[in-house]
């Protein structure tokens, strides 16, 4: 059974930074790519960051480059975004999410975590 569990949301205010941790399990986490998507109120899903395992390259969403940082965790398995600079308009659930290829679109991931609310304060 596959699981992604996502952790260190919270709210910040607007200028600070924030990190976020994704552990996965029961999935062959080398030959993934992991993601992160965010969803604000009212808005469809979009996408932040992603890394491919087997080569480590990251590629971003727009508004989030060179303001956001996607990388491998410490821990085994798992995989943080570093947000710094950030805005009100990154308020949002925050969602891990894992792919078997490298996909900018929500609907080509297969598995999800629960999600975790980041909340900034302008």
């Known amino acids: 059974q596959v699981q992604l569990v996502e952790s260190g949301g919270g709210s910040v205010q607007a200028g600070g930074s924030l990190s976020l941790s994704c552990a996965a399990s029961g999935l062959p986490f080398n030959n993934y790519n992991m993601a992160w998507f965010r969803q604000a109120p009212g808005k469809e899903r979009e996408f932040v960051a992603a890394?491919?395992?087997?080569?480590?390259?990251?590629y971003y969403g727009g508004s989030m480059e060179g303001r956001f940082t996607i990388s491998n965790g410490n821990a085994k398995n798992s995989v943080n975004l570093l947000m710094n600079s950030l805005k009100a308009e990154d308020t949002a659930v925050y969602y891990c999410?894992?792919?078997?290829?490298?996909?900018?679109?929500?609907?080509?991931?297969?598995?999800w975590g629960q999600g975790t609310q980041v909340t900034v304060s302008s």
């Open positions: 999410a894992a792919a078997a290829w490298a996909s900018r679109k929500a609907n080509e991931y297969a598995y």
């Open positions: 890394i491919i395992q087997s080569t480590r390259t990251t």
